[in-house]
């Protein structure tokens, strides 16, 4: 008898290659079995999928969920089990010296399975800015003694660079960043917006592996010429192997840009929702809802679910997760793709018709739903910018 069974979706798992109608099995928690067809009374529970999308659970590699320590964080698995996402990678909420609680309070007392990328600053993003102000925050031996303390947690390093950030310290907190992510030999993730310093003198720190987050923003970062078209860089970063990630929040998703690209077939590696306390207010809401904002431009759903499952597995350096491959952990999600005349914003509030949207109906990790619960209150500083309101 298998634990449960989720029946009579429509399997999307690009790790394994399934796209097509298919029932999943679970046992002890892991993936048993995917198959055309599997007999209702071999489970002791089930779930009818029928009409519905059945995907591993999403990985969202950009976010921010450490609650009530940070100005960014909220909680994760409120979110989670309305959401889809499954695997959480915070985006660099922690810094040394606030990591044993982001452990403690965070990733012991959640379901959903938590990772982060670790801060440079040893203050992580206690305030809204301004990290990398003081460099005596910078300390690399105690960051990298943090990473090697637990490896289980931390997959990468994080180091916003624009100009709040690094005011008054230009380039210096990306090129620290960079001696440690090759000291402890793990991915560095560059969040960009506006400078200085210049595009191109952060693209030159960037190494294969890397992520660049924030990838289609509007401000003077953005890949675009000043024609509108897609910048050479963005072509040699590509060709360099780092990885476009777009970390979606309140002030880094152009609309502009993202057509510019997806007009000369370069699609972004990684689709993430940079989802904190005021982002979660809209205009991206969620992971689902930035997802549909890609099938909305013409991605096909299959890159879609690509560009948050196995893609940020890799990304990640955890294969295991992401799929739904035989034996990987049985973290699933089910949407219903839903139609109608909807409109959808980028951070600018520009609009944009849509006609799909994907909305989860179960999250599961470990083959257990995760049960809906109220979120908590959000801080009384998160106020969305005016025009956002």
Same mark, same amino acid.
């Given at each position: 008898?298998?634990?449960?069974?989720?029946?009579?979706?429509?399997?999307?798992?690009?790790?394994? /290659?399934?796209?097509? *109608?298919?029932?999943?099995?679970? &046992?002890? /928690?892991?993936?048993?079995?995917?198959?055309? &067809?599997?007999?209702?009374?071999?489970?002791?529970?089930?779930?009818?999928?029928?009409?519905?999308?059945?995907?591993?659970?999403?990985?969202?590699?950009?976010?921010?969920?450490?609650?009530?320590?940070?100005?960014?964080?909220?909680?994760?698995?409120?979110?989670?089990?309305?959401?889809?996402?499954?695997?959480?990678?915070?985006?660099?909420?922690?810094?040394?010296?606030?990591?044993?609680?982001?452990?403690?309070?965070?990733?012991?007392?959640?379901?959903?399975?938590?990772?982060?990328?670790?801060?440079?600053?040893?203050?992580?993003?206690?305030?809204?800015?301004?990290?990398?102000?003081? *460099?005596?925050? #910078?300390?690399?031996?105690?960051?990298?003694?943090?990473?090697?303390?637990?490896?289980?947690?931390?997959?990468?390093?994080?180091?916003?660079?624009?100009?709040?950030?690094?005011?008054?310290?230009?380039?210096?907190?990306?090129?620290?960043?960079?001696?440690?992510?090759?000291?402890?030999?793990?991915?560095?993730?560059?969040?960009?917006?506006?400078?200085?310093?210049?595009?191109?003198?952060?693209?030159?720190?960037?190494?294969?592996?890397?992520?660049?987050?924030? #990838?289609?923003?509007? /401000?003077?970062?953005?890949? *675009?010429?000043?024609?509108?078209?897609?910048?050479?860089?963005?072509?040699?970063?590509?060709?360099?192997?780092?990885?476009?990630?777009?970390?979606?929040?309140?002030? !880094?998703?152009?609309? &502009?840009?993202?057509?510019?690209?997806?007009?000369?077939?370069?699609?972004?590696?990684?689709?993430?929702?940079?989802?904190?306390?005021?982002?979660?207010?809209?205009?991206?809401?969620?992971?689902?809802?930035?997802?549909?904002?890609?099938?909305?431009?013409?991605?096909?759903? !299959?890159?879609?679910?690509?560009?948050?499952?196995?893609?940020?597995?890799?990304?990640?350096?955890?294969?295991?997760?992401?799929? *739904?491959?035989?034996?990987?952990?049985?973290?699933?999600?089910?949407?219903?793709?839903?139609?109608?005349?909807?409109?959808?914003?980028?951070?600018?509030?520009?609009?944009?018709?849509?006609?799909?949207?994907?909305? #989860?109906?179960?999250?599961?990790?470990? /083959?257990?739903?995760?049960?809906?619960?109220?979120?908590?209150?959000?801080?009384?500083?998160?106020?969305?910018?005016?025009?956002?309101?």
């Amino acid at each position: 008898m298998y634990d449960l069974l989720v029946s009579g979706g429509h399997v999307i798992d690009p790790a394994s /290659g399934v796209d097509g *109608l298919a029932d999943l099995a679970v &046992q002890d /928690g892991r993936v048993a079995l995917v198959a055309p &067809q599997i007999d209702r009374g071999m489970a002791r529970k089930s779930i009818d999928a029928a009409g519905q999308i059945v995907t591993p659970g999403l990985i969202d590699l950009h976010t921010h969920i450490y609650w009530g320590v940070t100005y960014w964080g909220v909680e994760a698995d409120p979110v989670a089990a309305r959401s889809g996402v499954t695997t959480w990678l915070d985006a660099g909420s922690a810094g040394a010296y606030s990591f044993p609680g982001f452990r403690r309070y965070v990733r012991d007392a959640s379901r959903a399975r938590i990772f982060c990328m670790l801060n440079l600053s040893a203050i992580g993003l206690i305030a809204p800015t301004w990290e990398f102000t003081n *460099l005596d925050y #910078c300390d690399l031996g105690l960051a990298a003694q943090t990473v090697e303390e637990n490896r289980d947690m931390v997959l990468g390093i994080k180091a916003r660079i624009d100009s709040n950030t690094t005011r008054g310290v230009g380039l210096r907190p990306l090129e620290l960043a960079r001696d440690l992510a090759d000291r402890v030999d793990l991915p560095l993730m560059v969040h960009i917006g506006s400078g200085p310093p210049s595009m191109s003198a952060i693209s030159d720190l960037l190494r294969p592996g890397d992520i660049l987050t924030h #990838c289609f923003t509007g /401000g003077n970062h953005r890949l *675009l010429t000043e024609d509108g078209r897609l910048s050479p860089l963005a072509h040699e970063l590509r060709a360099r192997g780092v990885l476009l990630d777009i970390g979606h929040g309140t002030g !880094s998703f152009s609309y &502009q840009v993202a057509e510019a690209a997806l007009a000369e077939g370069v699609l972004p590696d990684v689709i993430s929702s940079d989802i904190h306390q005021l982002s979660v207010q809209g205009p991206m809401f969620d992971l689902p809802t930035t997802l549909s904002k890609f099938l909305n431009l013409g991605v096909g759903l !299959s890159d879609v679910i690509d560009r948050a499952t196995r893609r940020p597995a890799a990304a990640m350096r955890r294969p295991d997760l992401g799929t *739904l491959g035989v034996g990987a952990p049985a973290d699933v999600a089910i949407f219903r793709l839903e139609e109608g005349d909807f409109t959808f914003h980028d951070v600018a509030m520009s609009p944009r018709a849509g006609t799909r949207r994907l909305a #989860c109906t179960h999250t599961l990790v470990d /083959g257990v739903p995760l049960p809906r619960t109220p979120e908590l209150p959000l801080a009384f500083w998160a106020t969305l910018p005016e025009h956002q309101r």
